[in-house]
């Protein structure tokens, strides 16, 4: 019969502090703001993240502007220090460099198929009869025929709800 192993005899002494910081990695997204303050947080993002066997993390901060590079290099000792009070960890180094900024999209998913409304197709005939039965009372051609097309679609709108 196989014996049971605990898991740090397996990946190593250090589990429980590579967990820690893997999860606090996978959250910094949302506390970047409140680490860094809003105005570096626009223009700066986390891009890589390297935890050596010893311990030592080494986090790499990409900017978004090359003008802004130097003005943030003066602030990394406070980066850092924020850094280390987040991870909660002395032994974190911080590079700053120039680099390209994913921001994650804040659209709303596509609706299902099943929620989703076919597009009003209007034939052109009933557009003209139309225009020309609203051109009689409004002086305006295309105004007319937005009016018609108007009309025409909440018809068919109303039609498809019964």
Not at 11 to 31: A, M, P, Q, R, V
Not at 90 to 98: A, D, F, G, P, R
Request: aromatic share 6%; proline share 3%.
């Amino acid at each position: 019969m196989a014996e049971n192993k605990k898991i740090n005899e397996y990946i190593g002494k250090n589990t429980n502090e590579l967990l820690k910081n893997c999860f606090k990695l996978t959250n910094i997204d949302k506390y970047w703001e409140e680490i860094v303050g809003p105005l570096i947080s626009e223009k700066t993002q986390i891009s890589e993240c390297e935890i050596t066997k010893e311990g030592q993390t080494k986090i790499t901060i990409n900017v978004q502007d090359n003008t802004l590079l130097q003005a943030i290099k003066f602030r990394k000792a406070k980066i850092t220090q924020a850094l280390r009070k987040y991870f909660r960890k002395h032994e974190l180094t911080v590079e700053i460099k120039q680099g390209k900024i994913e921001r994650k999209s804040t659209a709303k998913p596509p609706q299902p198929d099943y929620k989703r409304r076919a597009p009003v197709i209007l034939d052109k005939e009933k557009i003209t009869e139309e225009t020309k039965e609203f051109a009689k009372q409004i002086q305006d051609t295309e105004l007319a025929e937005t009016m018609a097309k108007i009309k025409l679609s909440i018809e068919k709108i109303n039609a498809r709800n019964k």
